[in-house]
């Protein structure tokens, strides 16, 4: 089991996978040199907020581009450092992982999965229908740790209960465009076999201190239009700081109860 997603930009057969100490040494050049740029982050919320595009739009487009560029930033620290991540196509490791959002970034995601295609649409919530089934005791267990536990993200990963947004048969991410940012953030730049073999290991480093910036462009986003009177689908602000795992919330909206503000 170690399926990561569509990310191909890792290189599985490179010769020499980088050590954990070399990790920690580039990773340390990051956070010592590389400065983040927020203007970026801004500059898309600037130009969506001067668009003619509708208010649904606009915080779609604006959640979609902010996630995309979450990924960008993460490519541009890989060029600053030299690294180059060896996560494959298939490789679901991650996807095990307790996964953590705010109501308003549900919202906008399942908002967004409607938008897909029928076809791939029904794909997913067909999957959700065997999913919450099959997986039903283990939902039960993971869906009570305390998400501040420190203890916590092992003790689901050690469940092995999957993502309900992974694919049983392709272990792909059937939503992966507007997958959230712990998935993103979450990379192995040593040998993909350390992933197959641990439940925790060392040598993955974690970006999402990305979602400060990632999540404050949005919240302004949400703000702004919020504060001129616009009809944004969520009950803003008490859904930006409203947190719980993503099977939750997906049930939720499965029931109904996220359809409606």
Known sequence: MYNKGNRTRGVFLMTR???????????????????????VFDQIIDDLLNSEL?????ILQGFQLLLKEVDHEIERMETFSGMRPNCFMGCSFCCYFPIILSKMEARMMFHSIEQF???????????????YESQ????????QMDPEDPETKLRYKQLNLPCPMLDPETQLCMAYEVRPIP???????????????????????????????Y????????????EN???????????????????AWIQKWREGALHEV
């Open 17 to 39: 996978f980088l050590k954990h100490q070399e990790i920690i040494d580039k990773c340390e050049r990051i956070n010592q040199e590389y400065e983040i740029d927020p203007a």
């Open 54 to 58: 509708d208010t649904e739009e606009v």
């Open 117 to 131: 295609p029928a076809e791939r649409k029904s794909a997913i919530f067909n999957h959700w229908e065997t999913y």
């Open 136 to 143: 039903k005791e283990k939902l039960q267990k993971g869906l």
């Open 183 to 213: 998935c993103r953030t979450y990379l192995n730049y040593g040998d993909p076999q350390v992933c197959a073999e641990n439940d925790m290991p060392d040598e993955p480093f974690s970006y999402e201190f990305l979602y400060t910036f």
């Open 215 to 226: 999540f404050g462009a949005i919240n302004e986003l949400v703000q702004v239009l919020y």
């Open 229 to 247: 009177g616009e009809d944004v689908f969520v009950d803003y602000p008490s859904d930006a700081w409203s947190y719980d795992y993503l099977p």
